[in-house]
């Protein structure tokens, strides 16, 4: 079975009031990680008519920030779908109510994983792509995947060999006291 991706696509826009807001006056990051979340899940759940869980959020850059007062919509589509899994792009912006201006505050790719009731992973519908924008979101899908899978251990406690980087990072702001 397949869908479309307009099926399963979800805006939302609300106000953002001075309870959301941080220290220093603007939006709090996390809230906003929270509505990118929520619109995540809802967006999968309906293409998938499954109950959807967050099982990674590919980097997330807070490209400027969102004052109290202004408006934020998020825009929520199905990007790729694999046999269980979905990546999700969430694309946020503000508006200014009164100038009316506009500003990308983030985008970021959640992969949700559609469950049954018994919590057990179910196969999700496919996608119908339609444009070339629609193929170049699944294909940087499939790239992204393939680099999560290649990741280096090298990294890792049993893998990691210090003399290989000891030089590296006495040049950064840190203090090696071993």
């Not at 290649?150 to 893998?159: A, D, F, L, T, V």
């Amino acid at each position: 079975m397949f869908r479309t991706i307009e099926e399963s696509q979800i805006t939302i826009t609300q106000l953002m009031l001075p309870s959301n807001s941080n220290f220093s006056g603007k939006i709090h990051g996390g809230y906003i990680l929270s509505l990118m979340d929520q619109i995540a899940f809802a967006c999968a759940s309906k293409h998938s008519r499954n109950y959807c869980v967050t099982a990674s959020v590919n980097k997330v850059d807070f490209l400027n920030p969102i004052e109290v007062g202004e408006l934020v919509t998020l825009k929520a589509s199905v990007n790729f779908t694999g046999r269980t899994s979905m990546v999700i792009g969430v694309r946020v912006e503000s508006e200014n109510i009164q100038t009316g201006e506009k500003k990308h505050c983030n985008s970021s790719y959640f992969t949700m994983v559609a469950k049954d009731e018994s919590g057990k992973n179910v196969p999700v519908p496919g996608i119908i792509l339609k444009t070339k924008d629609s193929v170049r979101r699944f294909a940087r899908s499939i790239e992204r995947q393939e680099q999560s899978k290649h990741r280096s251990s090298k990294y890792k406690p049993s893998g990691f060999v210090i003399e290989d980087y000891i030089e590296i990072v006495k040049q950064q702001n840190a203090q090696v006291e071993l």
